[in-house]
């Protein structure tokens, strides 16, 4: 159950990262190679937008503790070393 949650979660951010990749594909290309030469792992940074306040609160508060027993699988089971993850 632990490695299906892993899986979903970074097959979640790989269609956010691929949705929200508009814009000049040079400058990204640049990017991913000067980060590639430089050793640096490349950042995939994923966002929830979940109501924060009222009765819904307690929605956020899931999403929160669910994205966070999912990164802990992850770094546990060294399922992305290549990538820097971080939520938002």
Same mark, same amino acid.
């Given at each position: 159950?632990? =490695? #299906? &949650? *892993?899986?979903?979660?970074?097959? %979640?951010? *790989?269609?956010? #990262?691929?949705?929200?990749?508009?814009? !000049?594909?040079?400058? *990204?290309?640049?990017?991913?190679?000067?980060? $590639? $030469?430089?050793? !640096?792992?490349?950042?995939?940074?994923?966002?929830? &937008?979940?109501? &924060?306040?009222?009765?819904? $609160?307690?929605?956020?508060?899931?999403?929160? %503790?669910?994205?966070?027993?999912?990164? =802990?699988?992850? +770094?546990?089971?060294?399922? #992305?070393? !290549?990538?820097?993850? +971080?939520?938002?």
């Amino acid at each position: 159950m632990k =490695k #299906l &949650m *892993a899986v979903l979660l970074a097959g %979640a951010m *790989a269609l956010s #990262l691929a949705a929200c990749g508009g814009g !000049d594909s040079s400058s *990204a290309a640049a990017g991913g190679s000067s980060a $590639a $030469a430089g050793g !640096d792992k490349p950042v995939v940074k994923g966002a929830v &937008m979940s109501p &924060m306040s009222g009765e819904s $609160a307690r929605f956020g508060e899931q999403y929160k %503790a669910a994205i966070e027993a999912a990164m =802990k699988v992850v +770094e546990e089971d060294s399922l #992305l070393n !290549d990538y820097t993850l +971080e939520f938002e």
